[in-house]
């Protein structure tokens, strides 16, 4: 996240490679969006549009490292009901079967991406499912978070105080609890048969599904009702997550072990947070974004030790406008990608 060398300026081969960002332009505002995982489409990423329609549009997009462009392919771009609040691609790591894009909105809905002859590239709809039983319409969802440890199950969050465990493989419903008092703005896996989620009644809670009767809650807002819009599991220590308070410049790091106290709180943001993402490859790094336009990585390996004037980051990026989304890619380590307006930016970390 250093200065950019333009890849468009002239330069040798060499130069254009070692570029650190590419910048994509939608024709839309850009509000969801995820990177492959799988390792041949290591370069992809799927963005959403925030449209005040009914139609929105989902384009998958990929980097082609050789020249520093991001393209679209037409064949892949897709009408979407409503905006979608999170998207997600489903791993096959062995390669062998058409990528799945998971997505949410009013519904969850899992598409299937068939490219592997280009001149026949597609999206097809492969399921759409719905948790409300009783009727034909459901609670919007507000998030979702897919299992890696059980690649079966996909956890979302609705609006109607609800979570709800998938099984993606029969189409069922596993599970269905009420989480919160209020709505829930955000679920995240942290194992097998374990997840937590966050509210607008300003908790975090931890379940297991072993347990469905009960939960624990890890955090509260300090000021009461004050809702938790975002919550990050670190996948690499499961001993720690992170959540964002609504309209706030602070991101909150819980150790479960030691519920209801931060462990730190990182305070260096000049406003809102809007994003979090742990590092897929290090236990002690995440990268937050926010309306003050800025990307920050910070190294935590020091938390639970007192720092005077409290943690700083480490590196630091200000892109053109506020960042309403970050996703840090899991093939791909060194790359972060963030969303502002109707930009899509890589960033080479």
């Given at each position: 996240?250093?200065?950019?060398?333009?890849?468009?300026?002239?330069?040798?081969?060499?130069?254009?490679?070692?570029?650190?960002?590419?910048?994509?332009?939608?024709?839309?505002?850009?509000?969801?969006?995820?990177?492959?995982?799988?390792r041949?489409?290591?370069?992809?990423?799927?963005?959403?549009?925030?449209?005040?329609?009914?139609p929105?549009?989902?384009e998958?997009?990929?980097?082609?490292?050789?020249?520093?462009?991001?393209?679209?392919?037409?064949?892949?771009?897709?009408?979407?009901?409503?905006?979608?609040?999170?998207?997600?691609?489903?791993?096959?790591?062995?390669?062998?079967?058409?990528?799945?894009?998971?997505?949410?909105?009013?519904?969850?809905?899992?598409?299937?991406?068939?490219?592997?002859?280009?001149?026949?590239?597609?999206?097809?709809?492969?399921?759409?499912?719905?948790?409300?039983?009783?009727?034909e319409?459901?609670?919007?969802?507000?998030?979702?978070?897919?299992?890696?440890?059980?690649?079966?199950?996909?956890?979302?969050?609705?609006?109607?105080?609800?979570?709800?465990?998938w099984?993606?493989?029969?189409?069922?419903?596993?599970?269905?609890?009420?989480?919160?008092?209020?709505?829930?703005?955000?679920?995240?896996?942290?194992?097998?048969?374990v997840?937590?989620?966050?509210?607008?009644?300003?908790?975090?809670?931890?379940?297991?599904?072993?347990?469905?009767?009960?939960?624990?809650?890890?955090?509260?807002?300090?000021?009461?009702?004050?809702?938790?819009?975002?919550?990050?599991?670190?996948?690499?220590?499961?001993?720690?997550?992170?959540?964002?308070?609504?309209?706030?410049?602070?991101?909150?790091?819980?150790?479960?072990?030691?519920?209801?106290?931060?462990?730190?709180?990182?305070?260096?943001?000049?406003?809102?947070?809007?994003?979090?993402?742990?590092?897929?490859?290090?236990?002690?790094?995440?990268?937050?974004?926010?309306?003050?336009s800025?990307?920050?990585?910070?190294?935590?390996?020091?938390?639970?030790?007192?720092?005077?004037?409290?943690?700083?980051?480490?590196?630091?990026y200000?892109?053109?406008?506020?960042?309403?989304?970050?996703?840090?890619?899991?093939?791909?380590p060194?790359?972060?990608?963030?969303?502002?307006?109707?930009?899509?930016q890589?960033?080479?970390?």
């Amino acid at each position: 996240m250093g200065a950019s060398s333009d890849p468009t300026q002239d330069g040798s081969d060499e130069q254009q490679k070692r570029s650190e960002i590419y910048t994509y332009e939608a024709p839309w505002h850009i509000y969801a969006m995820n990177w492959s995982v799988r390792r041949d489409k290591k370069y992809r990423l799927a963005i959403a549009s925030l449209l005040e329609q009914y139609p929105n549009r989902v384009e998958i997009v990929q980097l082609d490292d050789t020249n520093g462009q991001i393209k679209s392919d037409p064949n892949l771009s897709f009408e979407h009901p409503y905006p979608p609040t999170k998207a997600i691609f489903i791993p096959d790591k062995d390669c062998q079967r058409p990528d799945l894009l998971a997505t949410s909105s009013d519904f969850l809905r899992i598409w299937r991406i068939s490219d592997s002859d280009e001149s026949q590239s597609r999206v097809e709809l492969k399921s759409l499912l719905n948790g409300n039983k009783n009727s034909e319409y459901c609670g919007p969802l507000t998030s979702f978070d897919w299992n890696e440890a059980e690649p079966k199950r996909i956890g979302t969050s609705s609006i109607d105080t609800t979570c709800t465990i998938w099984d993606i493989e029969k189409e069922t419903v596993d599970t269905q609890l009420i989480a919160h008092d209020k709505e829930v703005y955000d679920i995240a896996w942290g194992g097998v048969g374990v997840f937590a989620s966050v509210s607008a009644d300003g908790s975090v809670r931890v379940f297991d599904l072993r347990d469905k009767e009960h939960s624990t809650i890890i955090y509260e807002s300090s000021e009461p009702d004050t809702p938790l819009v975002r919550l990050g599991w670190n996948k690499q220590d499961p001993r720690y997550m992170a959540t964002i308070i609504m309209d706030s410049a602070k991101v909150v790091v819980l150790d479960i072990r030691f519920p209801t106290l931060p462990v730190v709180e990182l305070q260096r943001h000049q406003a809102s947070v809007n994003a979090i993402a742990w590092a897929p490859h290090s236990s002690c790094h995440i990268c937050t974004a926010g309306d003050d336009s800025q990307a920050l990585i910070w190294d935590l390996s020091s938390m639970g030790q007192p720092v005077e004037g409290g943690l700083d980051p480490i590196l630091a990026y200000t892109a053109g406008a506020e960042i309403e989304q970050l996703q840090w890619s899991s093939s791909q380590p060194d790359w972060v990608a963030i969303a502002f307006s109707s930009k899509l930016q890589i960033l080479r970390v």
